[in-house]
């Protein structure tokens, strides 16, 4: 046992990721920021306030790229964009069975859809917070 402990382990080490092999480059276009900078309205919050909000929608936009690329890849861009408003809490979409006719899905199947993209959109957010949050000093990522 203790053998194969030991070769489970040097496989796994063989097999990560080195510090940063698979992170995304995310470029910085310093004109872009300054231009939303000046279009916030910083009067009635504070600067680290809105900071965090534009981390936040930032996040969400680099977790629903993730998504659409996953799907597109899988060749469910269909799906995908019909399914894209359930992320929300608002969302004031078709009804199921009438989407679901529309994609030649059962309205269970649709439930099932809207569930599973859910599910993988949680998992696409907490990704792209451990991919931000890896390059701080102080904080661990599990491999």
Do not use: N
């Amino acid at each position: 046992m203790a053998l194969e402990h030991f070769l489970a382990k040097e496989w796994q080490k063989g097999h990560r990721l080195k510090r940063g092999g698979g992170a995304a480059i995310v470029s910085f276009d310093a004109s872009d920021a300054e231009a939303r900078w000046q279009v916030e309205r910083t009067e009635d919050a504070a600067a680290d306030r809105v900071f965090d909000q534009r981390w936040a929608f930032a996040v969400l936009g680099q977790a629903l790229e993730r998504l659409r690329a996953e799907y597109a890849e899988a060749g469910r861009d269909e799906l995908f964009s019909a399914l894209e408003g359930f992320l929300s809490t608002d969302s004031k979409g078709e009804p199921l069975a009438a989407l679901g006719e529309k994609l030649g899905l059962a309205e269970g199947a649709v439930k099932v859809a809207v569930h599973r993209l859910r599910k993988r959109c949680g998992q696409a957010l907490r990704g792209v917070i451990a991919d931000t949050v890896a390059g701080v000093p102080g904080t661990s990522r599990r491999s």
